[in-house]
């Protein structure tokens, strides 16, 4: 057992009340540790998963009950329209923070009824480094990131979930589908769905890890720098069926996949 496995079971006993801890869980690499090593640490575990129309990845969704069942969590969704609240359908540049305030709220009011009085996330030491104003949110509803506060990055994350042969292991990121849009984009249901199915078009031809940025008219495509070679092979098609989708301008940025790309403007202070 690595020393950061013992290292982030030691913190989660420590975190848990009544050997019982609530998890948000996404089904991403870093939630789906978290769920693992708190059940080899022996804790009761509940898992909760919001679902709301900002999930990039739709099939996380349906794939979070199969994987938190198969580790003995007890595991809760929750659905929450957040296009309904005026300060997140703006995209401001505090719309992070009202959306993990509307989520963590109800997270921690299920795990609380539910006699989980300990609720933890997903946040890594990395994320703290990033413009995140949701983190904001998540203190003050006293939500705990064992990642973040053993210091794990996201490589670590990675590396645990290999040693534990999770199958996450090398699952790409896949941020809120609001970092897709400039801030202050007036956010529609219709615009999220055509950029979903935008980004499903770039995956249906092997490009996992991208982003399709939304500038109005144009679809800036991210994918690794690794993969421009292989995008130019498929790159006719590709510009067909997004066009078919409504887009007229086509760009690949040539800076390759940047994570926050939307943020670049933006002092950290801010």
Request: charged share 30%; hydrophobic share 35%; aromatic share 8%.
């Amino acid at each position: 057992m690595s020393d950061n496995l013992k290292k982030l079971i030691t913190e989660l006993k420590k975190i848990a009340i009544d050997n019982k801890l609530c998890i948000a869980f996404s089904n991403g690499v870093d939630s789906t540790v978290l769920l693992k090593v708190a059940t080899i640490a022996g804790l009761d575990v509940l898992a909760i998963t919001v679902n709301t129309q900002l999930t990039a990845n739709k099939s996380d969704i349906e794939k979070a009950k199969i994987i938190a069942e198969s580790m003995n969590a007890v595991y809760k969704t929750i659905d929450i329209n957040m296009l309904n609240d005026e300060r997140i359908s703006s995209n401001s540049e505090l719309r992070c923070y009202y959306c993990k305030d509307k989520m963590f709220s109800k997270i921690k009011e299920t795990a609380y009824k539910n006699d989980f009085l300990a609720v933890c996330d997903g946040t890594n030491f990395d994320d703290l480094k990033e413009y995140r104003p949701g983190l904001r949110a998540k203190s003050e509803n006293k939500i705990h990131s064992p990642l973040a506060q053993c210091n794990l990055s996201k490589n670590d994350v990675r590396n645990i979930a290999k040693e534990l042969s999770l199958s996450v292991a090398t699952k790409p990121s896949s941020p809120c589908i609001l970092t897709r849009f400039p801030y202050n984009t007036r956010i529609t249901n219709n615009l999220i769905l055509k950029t979903q199915d935008g980004e499903n078009i770039l995956k249906s031809y092997g490009f996992e890890d991208c982003r399709l940025r939304v500038h109005f008219e144009i679809a800036r495509i991210e994918i690794p720098k690794s993969e421009f070679e292989n995008f130019f092979k498929y790159k006719d098609e590709i510009i067909n069926k997004l066009k078919h989708l409504g887009f007229l301008y086509i760009t690949l940025d040539l800076e390759g996949l940047k994570t926050g790309s939307m943020d670049l403007n933006l002092r950290k202070e801010e």
